[in-house]
């Protein structure tokens, strides 16, 4: 499907949720758990108050908004954040559809339904088309993975733990042990 037909198609399916990776091919993504929905709710109000507070400027999103990265794939990250600089150089027209852009920032929250090994390849996707700090939180394996370009991938072996926004968001402590209760 053409970007324009991939766009309709979502439209017209709005009730379910697909992503298209790379190579067009759509995949479904089946609706997360309450309790994950939660989490991933918690994590999204959180960081966007911590936006306001400290006025920074960009935009945040939730798992709905999509996103055209560079390679052709459409992604939604769980939560994922836009500098002001490239959210204000799109057009009308493509704030309203999926945004021909990658996230600055992107979160994925693994759901009991999704697979560990795709949502790391869906991090690396996300850093080779332009993010700047990606979060996987595991928390059925009760991991954490930090990406960042040309650095090592960081992995906590705990949800017990403080995930610092910086270099992007100097002050940003996301204090994962407080939301996983």
């Not at 997360?32 to 306001?52: E, H, K, Q, T, V």
């Not at 992604?75 to 021909?100: G, H, I, M, T, Y």
């Amino acid at each position: 499907m053409s970007e324009d037909e991939f766009f309709r198609f979502c439209q017209m399916n709005d009730t379910l949720s697909f992503e298209r990776d790379s190579e067009g091919n759509i995949i479904f993504m089946s609706p997360a758990g309450c309790f994950s929905d939660s989490f991933n709710a918690d994590i999204l109000g959180l960081f966007s108050s911590w936006l306001r507070e400290n006025k920074i400027s960009g935009k945040a999103f939730g798992p709905s908004a999509g996103f055209t990265l560079p390679n052709g794939a459409v992604r939604s990250p769980d939560v994922a954040w836009v500098s002001r600089e490239k959210w204000d150089a799109l057009s009308r027209n493509d704030k309203e559809r999926f945004s021909p852009m990658c996230p600055d920032f992107a979160i994925e929250i693994r759901s009991k339904s999704d697979s560990l090994i795709y949502l790391q390849n869906k991090m690396q996707e996300y850093l080779a088309n332009g993010c700047r700090l990606a979060w996987l939180i595991d928390r059925y394996g009760k991991k954490v993975y930090v990406y960042e370009p040309g650095r090592a991938i960081v992995e906590y072996s705990s949800l017990e733990i403080q995930l610092s926004g910086e270099p992007l968001f100097p002050g940003f402590v996301l204090n994962l042990a407080e939301i996983e209760k």
